[in-house]
């Protein structure tokens, strides 16, 4: 389940919507906080190899925290990017939509007419309290980055809101 291939045409509405909402990943540590991490590790890493210093097993040995610190720094970048992850829903009387931006910078839109759509939470999927929205043919993921209980609380937020758009 995931967004259409096809792209839906955005039109500019001057109108305020009922309801919006911009969701993105848990960001857990600060730029500054992995700097400290990183250099933590660094140290770590070194400070065995001290007593080595100038001999042939430290240069045996130094490949190996090298490559960790490479791992690391790796994995850092990885989740700077899909730290780029966002989701946009955005609910009116007559529209709802749904645009979703790739780490990669891939834009993906979903729209459809509240009065038609289903908020579904799948309780025994593969993704604890995964949450789907269906309208018309097209069924789309929604927050599955967020944890289970933040995809509750969207699901009670989405279903108020839509509520507030039969209602006006």
């Known amino acids: 389940m995931s967004f259409p291939r096809d792209w839906v045409e955005w ?3 001057a109108d305020r919507p009922l309801y919006a909402v911009t969701l993105w990943p848990n960001r857990s540590m ?8 990183f250099l933590l590790a660094t140290a770590g890493f070194s ?3 001290i007593p080595l210093w100038g001999t042939h097993a430290f240069w045996g040995l130094l490949p190996f925290p090298l490559l960790a610190m490479g791992m690391l720094w790796v994995g850092f970048r990885r989740n700077d990017r899909d730290g780029r992850l966002s989701e946009e829903l955005t609910l009116w009387r007559d529209e709802i939509r749904v645009e979703r931006r790739d780490p990669g910078g891939r834009i993906r839109r979903w729209a459809a007419d ?6 579904i939470l799948h309780e025994d999927a593969r993704l604890e309290n ?14 599955a980055f967020l944890s289970p209980d933040e995809r509750l609380t969207l699901k009670d937020e989405v279903d108020a809101a839509l ?4 209602r006006a």
């Open 130 to 143: 995964y949450l789907t929205l269906t309208g018309g043919s097209r069924e789309i993921e929604l927050g």
């Open 163 to 166: 509520v507030q758009a039969f």
């Open 30 to 37: 600060t730029l500054g906080q992995r700097k400290t991490v």
């Open 47 to 49: 400070l065995p190899l």
């Open 114 to 119: 509240p009065f038609l759509v289903r908020l």
């Open 11 to 13: 039109r500019d509405r």
